[in-house]
């Protein structure tokens, strides 16, 4: 992680912990009269995001977090998702679509269509793990994997 790759953002302070990856959903009605929104609110929603430092512990007030909130150091982080075995390179570079099925009660459904992903993002694998056993109704073959930037 490069010091440019982090921004500068608050959370919650039962949250602010070191490690702690999550995805941001965007500004709640609660926000608009807050003097600190823009902070707050400077990451871009539906990205998965992991607290790379807790920059002090000067707790600010928030209408949403009771026990207040903590500045961070965040960066991107990998998303994990399901894709084609032949297709899963460490290290490959290719721009994201979600594949074409529809069978939202399989078993994989949600990690072969990752909410931190949109159609157009560029990728890279940055890691392969395992091989999915589950039967893939399109008749693919399937590998976990963590995708970057």
Same mark, same amino acid.
């Given at each position: 992680?490069?010091?440019?790759?982090?921004?500068?953002?608050?959370?919650? #302070? !039962?949250? &602010?912990? =070191? %490690?702690?990856? /999550?995805?941001?959903?965007?500004?709640?009605?609660?926000?608009?009269? $807050?003097?600190?929104?823009?902070?707050?609110?400077?990451?871009?929603?539906?990205?998965?995001?992991?607290?790379?430092?807790?920059?002090?512990?000067?707790?600010?007030?928030?209408?949403?977090?009771?026990?207040?909130?903590?500045?961070?150091?965040?960066?991107?982080?990998?998303?994990?998702?399901?894709?084609? #075995? !032949?297709? &899963?390179? =460490? %290290?490959?570079? /290719?721009?994201?679509?979600?594949?074409?099925?529809?069978?939202?009660? $399989?078993?994989?459904?949600?990690?072969?269509?990752?909410?931190?992903?949109?159609?157009?993002?560029?990728?890279?694998?940055?890691?392969?793990?395992?091989?999915?056993?589950?039967?893939?109704?399109?008749?693919?073959?399937?590998?976990?994997?963590?995708?970057?930037?």
């Amino acid at each position: 992680m490069i010091e440019s790759d982090t921004k500068i953002t608050l959370i919650g #302070s !039962r949250l &602010a912990k =070191e %490690g702690l990856e /999550f995805i941001f959903k965007g500004e709640m009605p609660e926000c608009e009269k $807050c003097r600190l929104r823009n902070t707050c609110l400077n990451l871009e929603s539906g990205r998965r995001y992991r607290i790379e430092r807790i920059r002090n512990n000067e707790v600010h007030k928030c209408f949403l977090h009771e026990g207040g909130v903590l500045a961070v150091d965040v960066s991107r982080a990998p998303v994990p998702a399901t894709m084609e #075995s !032949r297709k &899963a390179v =460490e %290290g490959a570079r /290719f721009v994201y679509e979600p594949p074409k099925c529809d069978t939202k009660d $399989c078993k994989e459904y949600e990690s072969c269509h990752p909410q931190a992903l949109l159609s157009g993002d560029k990728c890279k694998i940055v890691e392969v793990l395992e091989n999915i056993d589950t039967e893939c109704t399109a008749g693919h073959s399937l590998k976990k994997v963590k995708l970057g930037w």
